[in-house]
């Protein structure tokens, strides 16, 4: 098993969310099993952009959060610690070339018909082009292309 996640999935990892208690099993199987989870730079940078929003997100009241920007600091620690201790996260760079024909590729077959973002057919294609087989999200739209690109995906 071939492991790619997006930022939704980590943000639920490292802070205190919805999905929060599924991340926390499915990092731990990951652990268990020695599995290595790709991570690109989009989602490294997006995480960071994904924290801050929390923070904000939480003092404006747009959601029932509780993220200060101590805890997004934790949560950035976190995966900065878990990328450069490379057990079992990996920060994997696809090649640019084959990545743009896989985007092009899934935005041609699918985008007009379903409506998929931008960043979901960034982060299917880098696992396609990766060669992963499963893809771990909480966001239900990234799920469903990655069901229709053939990945295995967490319930």
Request: hydrophobic share 45%; aromatic share 10%; net charge negative.
């Amino acid at each position: 098993m071939k492991v790619f996640a997006d930022t939704n999935f980590f943000t639920n990892l490292w802070t205190n969310l919805s999905d929060s208690a599924e991340a926390d099993r499915l990092w731990s199987f990951a652990g268990e099993a020695e599995l290595v989870v790709a991570v690109t730079r989009l989602v490294n940078l997006e995480y960071t952009n994904a924290l801050q929003r929390l923070v904000y997100e939480s003092k404006h009241g747009a959601q029932a959060l509780n993220i200060t920007s101590e805890i997004a600091a934790v949560a950035r620690l976190e995966m900065d610690q878990a990328l450069s201790g490379g057990k079992n996260l990996h920060l994997a760079v696809p090649d640019e070339s084959i990545l743009d024909a896989t985007f092009e590729s899934l935005v041609y077959r699918h985008t007009a018909t379903r409506g998929f973002r931008t960043a979901d057919i960034l982060h299917i294609a880098s696992a396609l082009v990766l060669g992963c087989d499963t893809f771990w999200s909480f966001d239900g739209r990234a799920k469903k292309l990655a069901k229709l690109e053939g990945l295995r995906v967490n319930p």
